[in-house]
């Protein structure tokens, strides 16, 4: 039976969906993971027609197992992962064992933050930035001229390991938490002030392809910018737009991404596209089913698509005014329990509504996006009802939390 290698899948959201998709084609899906609590609990996934226990950091111990699942008949499409940690090493597999589709050295780059920077140095929708590694302290003066900044490592993800600085002191004392001591490369760039938008894209014989423009919302808590809200964009002005993918397409482009997946989040200010960054792969969580309530696209199946040289269709079969709300907690303790499920289901243009954590888990405050608890997704007549049906469903969702 033909089959798709999966590297990694989260319990829920597009990796999971992606795995769902692939079985919806008709392929036997196998999952390679380092989870124990996944090979314990396979009952939970229905849609995995084999697991394999390893370890998918290790190449070498990731070739031995698919060489033997090879060898024991299995028919290989693709190789593929969705999540963050293992796209890059998932396309060198599928190299590897001739399955390949994706760009894996555009990937490579994308993933490393320095390394993208570089790309795009000479086009102007690069910020200002710098690469300290051994110069923290002599370069105080040039940052205090040009507060506020981010601060971020090369590798970072999810807004982990990146901070918003506003003083000489919190730049150091960021450093300092950055750099655990040593003298690890720090990038320092420029803060933009302006709208934030998301575009997710698919990247076919070097033409690229927009699938969906989101405007996000951003929290700031303790120096990380946490997206707490997405707006699905359908009545964009025609120029705003162009220039848009303008910038986009010149951005992929200067990454060498002939065949991939790819989400690009940009700011806009003084009428300039700067990037913020780029990742080379769908966004996790919700953002494939908030595709698809939105124009009938199921993101993470089209990608399964390219990356198995089938047609794309990504052409909408509809367009609704849709906007998700993530829940965060500002306390950090043991759950007790979450009330207004039902109650936020029921609100008017409710479409989903999902709760991540279970009684008795633990709860930390926003670092990361990894500790975004909730998601609701509504939609209305227009973009400003959609947010307002989203926004009201959401306040109903109370953590209950034993403070630590």
Not at 77 to 84: G, H, R, Y
Not at 101 to 123: G, P, V
Not at 163 to 171: F, G, I, P, R, T
Not at 386 to 404: D, G
Request: hydrophobic content about 40%; proline content about 3%; charged content about 25%.
């Amino acid at each position: 039976m033909k089959s798709i290698i999966f590297i990694g899948t989260q319990k829920s959201g597009s990796s999971r969906e992606a795995i769902k998709a692939a079985r919806r084609l008709g392929y036997k899906t196998v999952l390679l993971t380092s989870r124990i609590n996944q090979i314990r609990n396979q009952e939970a996934y229905p849609d995995v027609s084999q697991m394999v226990f390893c370890n998918v950091t290790d190449y070498v111990d990731l070739k031995r197992n698919i060489s033997e699942l090879q060898e024991n008949g299995l028919e290989i499409e693709t190789i593929i992962s969705f999540v963050d940690s293992y796209v890059y090493i998932a396309s060198l597999l599928a190299d590897e064992f001739g399955v390949g589709c994706f760009t894996s050295d555009a990937i490579f780059k994308m993933h490393d933050k320095l390394l993208s920077r570089e790309c795009i140095k000479q086009t102007p929708y690069v910020p200002w930035y710098k690469i300290l590694k051994d110069n923290y302290y002599e370069s105080v003066d040039e940052i205090y001229h040009r507060l506020p900044l981010i601060l971020k490592k090369p590798n970072s993800t999810g807004s982990k390991d990146v901070y918003l600085v506003n003083s000489v002191s919190e730049y150091l004392d960021r450093l300092e938490r950055l750099s655990n001591g040593y003298h690890d490369q720090v990038i320092v760039e420029q803060y933009i002030k302006g709208p934030q938008f998301l575009v997710e894209s698919l990247v076919e014989n070097k033409e690229i392809k927009i699938v969906a423009i989101i405007q996000q919302e951003i929290y700031i808590y303790s120096g990380h910018s946490i997206v707490t809200g997405y707006q699905l964009k359908l009545d964009l002005d025609s120029e705003f737009e162009q220039s848009l993918r303008e910038a986009v397409t010149e951005i992929v482009m200067c990454h060498g991404m002939k065949n991939g997946a790819c989400h690009l989040e940009m700011r806009y200010v003084n009428n300039q596209w700067k990037l913020i960054e780029i990742n080379p792969r769908i966004s996790g969580v919700a953002m494939n089913e908030f595709i698809f309530y939105g124009l009938g696209i199921n993101l993470a199946e089209q990608t399964l698509n390219l990356a198995l040289k089938k047609p794309l269709q990504l052409t909408p079969k509809y367009e609704m005014y849709t906007n998700a709300q993530y829940l965060i907690s500002l306390l950090s303790g043991k759950l007790l329990k979450v009330t207004g499920r039902n109650e936020a289901l029921n609100k008017f243009g409710v479409i989903k509504v999902f709760i991540k954590p279970q009684r008795g888990s633990t709860i930390y405050t926003p670092t990361s996006m990894g500790y975004r608890y909730a998601y609701v997704i509504a939609n209305g007549q227009d973009e400003h009802q959609a947010k307002i049906n989203a926004k009201i469903a959401a306040s109903k969702i109370k953590f209950h939390i034993l403070r630590e």
